[in-house]
Nanobody, 125 residues
């Protein structure tokens, strides 16, 4: 089992910035993919960004490309970050960290076996 804990959410004005963190623990794997998804009220959970085990490969949804940056530290198994700049009211959602014990990437909910509890991000206009 892998446990994920997110932190860093909050309330911010439009055009502001936030940085989310996700710490993994438990039976983690060297070759993995970590990702961020988000879910706004009344909407499906949607892909935001992912990163492979060594940080060499990243992928973003069109809606956040150029504004958000996903990264991870040198301890490849354990943590991932999401730097969010130029935030918009439509970025308001619960943000979830996800973990897949595979280096294959992935942009759909079903491809990730482990999930955090989520952290609320609210962007005011």
């Amino acid at each position: 089992q892998v446990q994920l804990v997110e932190s860093g959410g909050g309330l911010v004005q439009a055009e502001g910035s936030l940085r989310l963190s996700c710490a993994a623990s438990g039976r983690t794997f060297i070759s993995n993919t970590m990702a961020w998804f988000r879910q706004a009220p009344g909407k499906d959970r949607e892909f935001v960004a992912n990163i492979n085990w060594n940080g060499a490969n990243t992928y973003y949804s069109d809606s956040v490309k150029g504004r958000f940056t996903i990264s991870r530290d040198s301890n490849a198994e354990k943590s991932v970050y999401l730097q969010m700049n130029s935030l918009k009211p439509e970025d308001t959602a619960v943000y979830y960290c996800a973990y897949r014990p595979s280096p294959a990437g992935g942009t759909t909910v079903n491809e990730y076996a482990y999930w955090g509890q989520g952290t609320q991000v609210t962007v005011s206009s």
